[in-house]
Each structure stands twice: as C-alpha cells, then as structure tokens.
C-alpha cells in the first residue's frame, strides 16, 4: 500500500511573511492602491509632456508648409516675407493653426452658373469637378471661410440636380472646416437663394439676397465679411431699401458702400466687401448677361474704397481692376471668348494688418475649348489641329462656297463639334430682301437666287442651272397629271 501522503510544512521565512501579511491586510491594500494612482499619474504626465513638446509655439510668425518632399517655411505679418500658400503644398501640423500667426484665409470664387449648359451641353460634371476640386482645396490649406460672389444658379428657377449640387458642397466645404458665403446674382432669385438663410446661417452658410442685410457683416474672429447682393436699380425694393433717388448701379452700389463703411469704422482692419456688378477697367466675355440700365452698366471701383479687399462677380474673366478689387471669374468656361482664360479661384491670405497676398487655384479642366479658323480642306487635314480632336471645338469655315456635307465630315474628325460658321473670304454678299428677290421672277430664277443665297452668293453652274430646272418641269408635269386626275373623278361622281 501507498504511505499516506501528509502537506509539507512551509518554510518558516515564508510562514513568517504570510502572517505578517495577514496581520496587516488594510495597510497592504493601501500601498498597493498608492502605487496604482502613482504609475497613472506618470503616465498621464508623460502625455502631457509629448503633447507641450509637439505643441510648442514657433518662433514668431512662422509657419512650415511642405512641398515635394521638402519644408519651405512663409511668414505672416512681414513685409519682406508675405505668408503665400504655393500650390501643392499643404501645411505641415507645427502650430495650431494659421490663426497661431494671425493669418485669415479666404476662398474668392463667384458665377458657379449651376444648371447652365455650353451649346446645348450639360456643364453639371464640370461643375461637379470643380466642388470636389475646392472642397480638396479647402481642407489642404486649412481655409476659413469660401466666398461665392453671385450667380451660384444660372437661372432664377434652377433644375433640382442644380440645387442638389449646391446642397452637396455647402455641406461639404462646411464639413471640412469652412465658413461658407453666397451673395445673390442678376441670375439668382433673390428670394428662393435666400430661404431660411436664418437659419442656415447657425450651421455655418451665410446666404445674404436681401438688400436690407447690407452693413451687417459676417464676422469670422477678427474679419468682418460685408455680402452686397446684385442690386438692380431699377427695382423699387433696392432704392427704397437704401434710401435713394437715383435709378443707376452707381447710386445703389455707392450707397450700400456707406453702410459698409459706417460700420467697419468701428472694427479692425480686415474687412472683405462681396458684389456683384460691372467695375470700370474691367473686360467682360461673351457669356455674360447684360445688365446695362439707364445706358449705363459700370461703376468706378473707387466705389469700393475704404476695405482691405473686395470680391468681385458677374464678369467671367479672371482679372485685377485695381489694388484690392479683384475678380475671380467664373471656374467653368461659358463661351468659347473664354478659351484662353484660366479658371480657378483666388486662395486670400488676410494679415493683421489688413494687407491681402492672393494666389490663383488653377480649377480641374473638364474638357479643353478649341477655336479653329480655314477652308474645309485645311482644318481637317491640319496636323496642327490634333489636339482640338478631344476639345469642345467652335469651327469657322472661309470657303468661298459652302461645302456640302460640312458638319458631318467635320465631327467624323472632331466629335465634339459644338459650332460651326461660315465666313467666306473674297465674297461680297448683297443685302436684299426676300420679298424683293422672289416679286415678278420666274420660279427657276427664284430656285437659282435660293441656291446662290444659301451658299453665300456663289451663282449655280450650267449643270445646276439644267438640274433645277429638269425638276421643276417635272414638277409641273406632276401637277398637271393630279389636276387630270382629279377632273376625271369629279366627272364621274357626277
């Protein structure tokens, strides 16, 4: 049989560390909780240690923004070293933000046109891009507020997939950290853009349509942002509105004006004026709607004085008319005067000072405008033309006849053929009336005058003269053969 198995005796230490531990248990347990609070304590410390560290401000004014693979570093506030966002950079996380060195950043933008089409072609995918292209924008150089100076729809009842759009990147641009801006245009309702801007504007999308709203600015930190909706003078509600007697662009721009400076005389430099109008020294496009009223469309940009800035709509052209009166120009070309424009929006980097360094964000291009000139020959047997096969294309044709056919074998090079002209060179065509062409005339001399009219006064050759006239002789048989038949059932029904 096994020797029964009897419990081994504990070392006496051992014993004698186990009863002074029972002995005093309480004591036990507050070391151990002590020492737990201890090691969270260090731990936590250590966090806030590493958060100082990467946290630590920057030497005065300055901000790291990388660029391909390497640091360049802008100052904010100095002359000599104006802070400039440069395109494909983004901002490296050095310091909070570039409110750390005083810098407000503005997108300038305007004349979206939602729902408009470019010879009978949608342009909602360009413009689709172009949201996709400033939200992007937005987020990489950590702008605060994106400025749309008028027209954002084309027309005053735009299509839904229009307001879907608009809805899509005001949620967006807000989503990404941005303030967003709408003043109406001479394309937008007044009313409509301006529903429930209220309410919306808690949300962060200021919509300003009402011209009772002028000089009450949206105010982002310390930049007062002043929206001047289109004010068309010769509407009741605008000069009653403002006060004024005189029915022109100028007397209604000039007053809201005072209103705006009136009130940015008690606030800091930074001030940014929104309008939308036709300035003196500016150049217009093709694809603008005329606003012209009394015989006058344009105001002095001295109307704009006294802000740090001014964001100017309606002309479609990217261009400065003076030192702080700029226009942005619409992100999507509209007609083909618009070709060689560049499309984009203007990044604006406020300084405390007030002073303003702009840059153009080159927009995505949907598809390349091209604008062709030359005999039919030339233009589609052109090399130099290869580049247009993938483009929007306005073709103008100088044949001194009109070839037959054009159109279909110009898109057979050129599928996006959107317009095609006629100008014939060395051709003179008379100016006469239809009526005057076709009185007391022979109907073959009427067909030979329609066929010399509609190819620009080029007179039809013998073989022509023959044909026009065969097929009128047949004609004439043809009636007389109806006019038979007809008597000889008339005859027999009687």
């Known amino acids: ?37 201890v090691l969270f304590a260090l731990v936590a410390a250590g966090h806030v240690l590493q958060l100082l560290a990467t946290s630590r401000p920057l030497p005065p004014n300055l901000l790291a923004v990388e660029c ?17 966002v440069r395109r494909g950079c983004r901002t490296v996380a050095l310091s909070a933000s570039p409110h750390s060195v005083g810098c407000m950043k503005l997108i300038h933008t305007s004349d979206w046109h939602l729902g408009r089409s470019f010879h009978g072609v949608g342009l909602l995918d360009a413009q689709a891009e172009y949201v996709d292209h400033l939200v992007q924008t937005v987020r990489e150089e950590a702008v605060d507020a994106v400025l749309v100076s008028g027209d954002v729809y084309d027309r005053a009842l735009p299509p839904p997939d229009a307001v879907r759009l608009l809805s899509e990147a005001a949620t967006r641009l807000i989503d990404a950290g941005a303030q967003v801006i709408l003043s109406s245009g001479n394309h937008d309702s007044a009313i409509r853009l301006g529903f429930a801007s209220d309410l919306l504007s808690r949300a962060g999308l200021h919509i300003r349509s009402d011209a009772r709203t002028i000089g009450q600015p949206v105010v982002i930190d310390d930049t007062a942002i002043y929206p001047i909706p289109y004010l068309e003078p010769a509407s009741t509600s605008v000069t009653d509105a403002l006060d004024v007697t005189e029915r022109s662009h100028t007397a209604v721009l000039g007053a809201a004006m005072e209103r705006v400076r009136v009130d940015a005389a008690g606030r800091g430099p930074r001030t940014v004026v929104m309008a939308h109008c036709f300035a003196s020294g500016s150049t217009a496009s093709d694809s603008e709607r005329d606003i012209t009223t009394g015989g006058v469309a344009m105001v002095p940009a001295s109307t704009f004085d006294g802000v740090a800035y001014t964001a100017l709509g309606h002309l479609h052209r990217p261009q400065r008319v003076s030192g702080t009166v700029r226009y942005s120009g619409s992100p999507v070309a509209m007609s083909f005067s618009e070709t060689a424009h560049t499309k984009g929006s203007l990044l604006l980097t406020l300084e405390p000072d007030g002073r303003v360094h702009t840059e153009q964000v080159a927009a995505p291009v949907h598809r390349e405008l091209a604008v062709l000139r030359g005999d039919l020959d030339d233009v589609l047997g052109g090399r130099e033309h290869a580049g247009a096969e993938s483009s929007w294309v306005q073709i103008t044709l100088t044949d001194p006849v009109r070839p037959i056919g054009a159109l279909e074998r110009l898109r057979a090079r050129f599928p996006h053929l959107l317009q095609l002209r006629f100008e014939p060179t060395g051709m003179v065509r008379p100016v006469r009336s239809y009526a005057s062409r076709v009185d007391r005339r022979e ?23 023959e044909l026009l006239r065969s097929a009128l002789e047949a004609g004439r048989r043809e ?14 029904a009687a």
Do not use: I, N, Y
Request: charged share 30%; net charge positive.
């Open 68 to 84: 391909s693979g390497h640091d360049q570093v802008g100052r904010c506030g100095e002359p000599s070293h104006p802070f400039v």
């Open 479 to 492: 009636q007389d053969r109806a006019e038979d038949r007809g008597r000889t059932r008339r005859r027999g």
């Open 1 to 37: 049989m096994r020797a029964a198995l009897t419990p081994t005796s504990p070392p006496a230490p051992f014993a004698r560390v186990k009863g002074w531990l029972r002995r005093h248990r309480a004591l036990v347990d507050a070391v151990l909780v002590l020492g737990l609070w």
């Open 443 to 465: 109907p073959l001399e009427v067909c030979c005058d329609f066929v010399s009219d509609v190819r620009h006064g080029a007179e039809v050759d013998e073989a022509e003269h």
